[in-house]
């Protein structure tokens, strides 16, 4: 059984940091693009960030460059993104989700419609 299961949301001030990661089974993560998606209120889920299976390659959406990193850890089963100088924009429901596709276009990455499997999202909150 496929399953993803993220953590590590929570309340933060402008300016600070969360880990989020993303615990993975029932595949073998190191043939999985992983991407990340945020659910702001109001909005529908977008494409944060992606790290591919075939080289380790990332990508980050505009808004997110230069402050957060994806990273994977293949014999941990686990994806993680750690989210530096947050702030009130980056309020939201993080998803991790998995897709076996690979050699894709970037734009391909950043559509949540080609992930077949999707965590249950983790809560992040931006506020003073």
């Known amino acids: 059984q496929v399953q993803l299961v993220e953590s590590g949301g929570g309340l933060v001030q402008p300016g600070g940091s969360l880990r989020l990661s993303c615990a993975v089974s029932?595949?073998?993560?190191?043939?999985?693009?992983i991407g990340w998606f945020c659910r702001a209120p109001g909005k529908g889920r977008e494409g944060v960030s992606f790290?591919?299976?075939?080289?380790?390659?990332?990508e980050y959406a505009d808004s997110v460059k230069g402050r957060f990193t994806i990273s994977r850890d293949n014999a941990q089963n686990a994806i993680y993104l750690q989210m530096n100088n947050l702030g009130p924009e980056d309020t939201g429901v993080y998803y991790c989700?998995?897709?076996?596709?690979?050699?894709?276009?970037?734009?391909?990455?950043?559509?949540?419609?080609?992930?077949?499997?999707w965590g249950q999202g983790t809560q992040v909150t931006v506020d003073s």
């Open positions: 029932g595949f073998t993560l190191e043939y999985y693009a």
């Open positions: 790290i591919s299976s075939a080289d380790g390659s990332t």
């Open positions: 989700a998995a897709t076996p596709l690979v050699y894709m276009s970037d734009s391909f990455y950043f559509r949540k419609d080609s992930y077949s499997a």
